[in-house]
């Protein structure tokens, strides 16, 4: 496989990991907000397949992917909240 494949491979994985732990928490705008995140993210690697992204950018979309990690975990210790309206 690609370099460039494994790196959106990895991406993609760290993303979906995000997005199951997401639906499996009550609707709130804090979820919301972190799902829209996690696609604005995945759509952003995948331009990787038609153009290699600088190491830059890449780092960069690295490290929001992880602080997205980070925001999922502190939203889960915080413990189920109800449903906004």
Do not use: C, F
């Amino acid at each position: 496989m690609p370099l460039r494949a494994r790196r959106l491979a990895l991406v993609r994985d760290a993303i979906e990991i995000v997005r199951r732990r997401l639906s499996a928490m009550a609707p709130s705008s804090e979820v919301e907000e972190l799902q829209r995140r996690a696609a604005d993210y995945l759509r952003e690697a995948e331009g990787w397949q038609t153009a290699e992204p600088s190491v830059e950018h890449r780092e960069n979309l690295a490290k929001r992917v992880l602080a997205l990690h980070v925001s999922v975990v502190r939203l889960e210790r915080q413990g189920p909240t109800k449903a906004e309206p």
